[in-house]
C-alpha cells in the first residue's frame, strides 16, 4: 500500500514538472526574456546594432537607413549561406559512391570558394554603407566601434582564435636553437 502511495506522488511530480517545463519553453519565461531587448524587430538580443548605434550616436534618421542597410544585408547574407549549404551538400554528395570525380569536386571546392569570397565582399560592402552615412565626427567614432567590436568577436568564449598573437606565446620548452629570422639571442644584462 506504502508502495502504491509513493509511485501515485511520484508521477505527480514527473507530470506536473513536465507541465512547469513546457510553460517555460512555450511562454519564454526566465532566462528567454532576461530583459533582453533590441528594438530591431526580429531580434532578441541587442548585437552588433545596438552597439554601434550607441557608440557612433546615431539620429533617429541614421537609425532608420541603419535599419534598412541591415535588412538589405541580412537579405544577402542569408542568400548567400544558403547557396553555401547548398554547395556544401552537393560537394559531399559527390563523395557518395565508389569512385568521386574530381572534376566535380573541384567544380565544388572553387564554387564554395567564390561563395565565401561573397560573403566577404557583401560585409565588406555592408560596413562601407554604414560609415556613408556618418557625419565626420561620428566616422571616426565608427572605425574605433568596428575595431572594438572585432575585439569582442576574436576574444568571445569558443573562438578558436582566442589565443595571443605568436609572437607573445612563450617559445616552446624544447627549442634549443634560435630561428634564423630571430638573430643570435641578446647579450647577458651586467
Known sequence: MIELRFWKLFSILLITLNIVLLSVLWLGIGYFKQGVTSSFPDRRTPLARDFLIKQVGFNVEQTKQYDILI??????????TEVGRLLRD????ATIGDKPKQESVSKYLDAIGENQKQIESITYNHLIQVKRICNEAQKIKFDSAVNEFLSLLKHAPGNKD?????????????????????????????
Do not use: A, W
Not at 552537393?90 to 554528395?93: D, G, K, M
Open 71 to 80: 535588412t538589405l544585408h541580412r537579405d544577402s547574407m542569408q542568400r548567400m
Open 90 to 93: 552537393s560537394l559531399f554528395q
Open 162 to 190: 582566442d589565443f595571443p598573437p605568436r609572437h607573445q606565446q612563450p617559445p616552446p620548452e624544447n627549442r634549443l636553437q634560435p630561428r634564423p629570422e630571430e638573430g643570435p639571442p641578446p647579450p647577458p644584462p651586467f
